[in-house]
């Protein structure tokens, strides 16, 4: 079956650096979707992208869907210790009605 | 707008006693309904999905079972706990297939 890679597992940066997450995906996904956990709640959901090479923004956010549809990446400028949280891509697996969420990237910003 | 209930917040549960996780949405209908179980500091995994009243599949063989007796409600329930059975359990929904999910705020549940 399909499955979404994540890395790095955790990251800790100093507030104001950048930090990047990159998901892969063994297949070619139809879509992607990032969503960010903060600590103790839910996940929420961020973004989709749909097509090759895609790009998106929200504000300091950028998401990005490589060329191929196998990878995806979310970079975030100059960190902000409300960016703290898990950040989770998901892609479609098998079939229309579920997803396989990656095993997140920890995100810890020191002030 | 729509909005998802889901209780109760925590659950401390000794081990062989059963279990039922109740998950209802407001505001819209035919959602699909999921149950993700999150292991501390671990990624979330699908234990069960519906796509309308009565259809359950299920996606990891174990002692927990899911039912959809309405069209906005979602129990997942066991009649026997496990150690294992400890986690983070999230509810969510989607308006169909490949759309953006929405969480409940999760019940924490530890076995004893």
């Known amino acids: 079956g399909q499955q979404v890679m994540q890395i790095p597992q955790y990251q800790h940066v100093q507030e104001g650096e950048d930090f990047t997450t990159y998901c892969n995906s063994s297949t070619t996904l139809s879509n992607i979707q990032w969503y960010k956990q903060r600590p103790g709640g839910h996940p929420v959901f961020l973004i989709q992208l749909v097509k090759s090479g895609e790009v998106k923004k929200q504000k300091r956010l950028t998401f990005q869907f490589g060329e191929a549809k196998k990878n995806s990446s979310l970079h975030i400028t100059a960190t902000q210790t409300t960016d703290v949280g898990t950040y989770f891509c998901a892609g479609p697996w098998d079939n229309f009605n579920k997803f396989y969420f990656g095993s997140g990237t920890k995100l810890n910003v020191k002030p | 707008s729509q909005t998802i209930h889901q209780w109760p917040a925590t659950l401390v549960q000794p081990v062989g006693s059963p279990l039922s996780l109740e998950c209802t949405v407001e505001g819209t209908s035919n959602p699909n309904l999921y149950w993700y179980r999150q292991a501390a500091g671990r990624g979330l995994q699908l234990l069960f999905y519906s796509v309308g009243i009565g259809q359950i599949s299920s996606e990891v063989p174990q002692n927990l079972s899911a039912s959809r007796p309405q069209d906005r409600q979602f129990i997942l329930s066991s009649k026997k706990l496990l150690l294992s059975d400890s986690g983070f359990y999230l509810c969510?929904?989607?308006?169909?297939?490949?759309?953006?999910?929405?969480f409940g705020d999760g019940t924490r549940l530890s076995i004893l």
């Open positions: 969510a929904w989607s308006v169909g297939g490949h759309q953006p999910q929405h």
